[in-house]
């Protein structure tokens, strides 16, 4: 296998075979519920209606469907889901296609990259072979996380080209400008990341006083904003997203909150939820944990830094910065410090700035508190960055023979190792009878997936029948892979249970139930002509049609 790693010609070999297993994972565990199930939904309503429009039923008339713009999310990953559906004509085919969009661009934007920082073809092949296996930087990411973490890695390359050449060229100032924006129409998490490459930019001007670094950094600021300003001035979000800044003003700071917050998450790079999710309730064992993640964070950050800052002696490094601007390894350090520092700050401020939720994306050892301040997705673009230091660290020192070389070698091994061993993990999950259709704390989509199908099957069946979709476990519909079939999602599921409900004109229920009926559901079951149409271990697939 090293023989195989050290032959450049063995080169597309790993390539095809990170792209098909990362493809394979994409395609095994679909992201298909939270946010993105309400911008697919918002994308079918645009097919059916020209407008990004979430819809709904409640039991007051199950016949009347009611809508409202989409404005909890920017509306960017839902125009390319309608673009994908064009090809896909299947919204689940179309967010897998999307997974696997931002598979490619990672994996393209990174070679790219490491052949531009001169990095060994083994240590490149080294590289893909451990993202074939590896569920980081993937299988916690989304696709509108990955997409634009992708980007950003595009935006880095076109950026060095610019920043070395010192020439203000409009059209590749243009492009990176565009791609920038592009981020910040499908996220809104990338919007405060638009300053990073214009400060990249200006504080490369500061040093070198060239008016073509200050005029280029104004450009992509002016342009990137500029367009996101008009974007969501068409499409709108929510106030309540910008409702941290009103915290922020009135000095309504929650300091207990920066306990949590994690500048640096290794587990991004190994991907530990699932441990973190199974760990039991002791503190001493919990804050044992998170001390450990800490220090292995920061140990791992200097290794690599070291390389690029001798003896992590920033003084010295900035004082020599302006003799060495032409210094490939200096511009991405400097890129590294500069992403660091806007992010961190601003992930730190709305953990400051944002109170508890009545629930959490984290751990239940953990209080209920905004993702930001636990999930790693937050922080994908420094983990990308680091990606990339970390292989030009490790091709730089291989012909040295120092201890860096033997801590790259060791946390390289670690990385495969765990990266093989939880890829089999996960699958085993998806593929086993006895697997939970994810591998980790994730919900199981099979029943979703299963439902989602046969509400196909029924509308091709009857084009004209109203369809509502109802699942016994969600308290909201949003985050139902239901919500972007044909059918319309209803909250109300107990109020149905309890036949509490009304209906002007026929409609079909598509009701996922468990297997084992509570007296209320039992009755709405006798009180109405019913189909079962799936039997699974827990749940039930059941049709009821109204008259």
């Not at 992010?343 to 751990?363: D, H």
């Not at 990339?388 to 040295?400: C, M, R």
């Not at 190792?417 to 939970?436: E, H, P, R, T």
Request: hydrophobic fraction near 50%; glycine fraction near 4%; include cysteine.
């Amino acid at each position: 296998m090293i023989q195989l790693l050290k032959k450049s010609k063995f080169f597309y070999l790993f390539f095809v075979l990170a792209i098909f297993l990362r493809i394979l994972s994409a395609s095994f565990n679909p992201i298909l519920t939270s946010d993105y199930s309400i911008q697919l939904e918002a994308a079918k309503n645009y097919h059916n209606s020209g407008k990004f429009n979430l819809n709904w039923v409640n039991a007051e008339n199950l016949s009347q469907i009611q809508s409202q713009p989409m404005n909890g999310w920017p509306v960017g990953s839902s125009f390319i889901y309608v673009l994908l559906n064009w090809f896909t004509g299947n919204l689940i085919y179309s967010q897998i296609l999307f997974q696997c969009i931002g598979v490619l661009l990672f994996l393209i934007a990174s070679v790219k990259l490491l052949r531009y920082f001169s990095v060994s073809d083994y240590h490149i092949n080294l590289f893909l072979l451990l993202f074939a296996f590896n569920p980081s930087p993937f299988y916690y990411l989304g696709p509108t996380d990955l997409f634009t973490a992708s980007l950003f890695l595009w935006i880095i390359y076109h950026s060095f080209w610019e920043v070395r050449a010192a020439q203000f060229r409009l059209k590749a100032l243009l492009l990176i400008s565009i791609l920038s924006f592009i981020t910040a129409t499908v996220r809104l998490a990338c919007i405060p990341n638009l300053i990073i490459l214009p400060l990249f930019f200006f504080v490369v001007y500061l040093y070198s006083k060239r008016k073509e670094h200050l005029w280029q950094s104004v450009t992509i600021l002016s342009i990137s904003v500029i367009l996101t300003f008009i974007f969501y001035k068409i499409y709108p979000f929510n106030s309540e997203r910008t409702g941290f800044l009103s915290n922020l003003i009135h000095g309504n700071l929650f300091f207990n909150h920066l306990k949590w917050f994690d500048p640096f998450p290794i587990k991004a790079l190994l991907f530990t939820r699932p441990i973190e999710f199974h760990l039991p309730h002791l503190s001493a064992l919990i804050l044992t944990y998170r001390i450990s993640l800490l220090l292995i964070s920061f140990g791992f950050l200097a290794l690599i830094l070291n390389n690029f800052i001798p003896n992590l002696k920033f003084k010295a490094w900035i004082k020599n910065f302006k003799k060495n601007m032409a210094n490939k390894n200096y511009l991405l350090t400097l890129l590294f410090l500069v992403s660091f520092a806007v992010i961190t700050g601003f992930i730190a401020m709305q953990s400051l700035t944002t109170g508890p939720e009545n629930n959490s994306f984290g751990p239940s050892w953990m209080p209920p508190l905004w993702t930001f301040v636990y999930a790693t997705r937050y922080f994908v673009y420094l983990h990308f960055i680091i990606i990339v230091l970390y292989f030009i660290g490790y091709s730089e020192n291989q012909n040295v023979g120092n201890k860096s070389l033997k801590l790259y070698k060791l946390t390289y091994s670690i990385f495969l190792v765990w990266a093989i061993l939880y890829w089999g993990f996960i699958n085993y999950q998806f593929l086993s009878k006895k697997g939970n259709g994810g591998g980790s704390e994730w919900v199981n989509e099979k029943v979703a997936i299963a439902t989602f199908r046969e509400i196909q099957t029924i509308k091709s069946e009857n084009l004209s029948a109203q369809i509502v979709s109802i699942h016994h476990k969600n308290k909201k519909a949003e985050g139902l892979v239901t919500n972007y079939s044909a059918a319309t999602p209803c909250d109300d599921y107990e109020k149905i249970m309890r036949n509490e409900f009304k209906n002007s004109s026929p409609v079909t229920l598509i009701i996922t139930m468990p297997k084992n009926l509570s007296p209320n559901e039992k009755k709405f079951l006798n009180t109405h002509a019913f189909k079962v149409l799936k039997v699974f271990d827990q749940e039930l697939i059941v049709k009821v049609d109204l008259t």
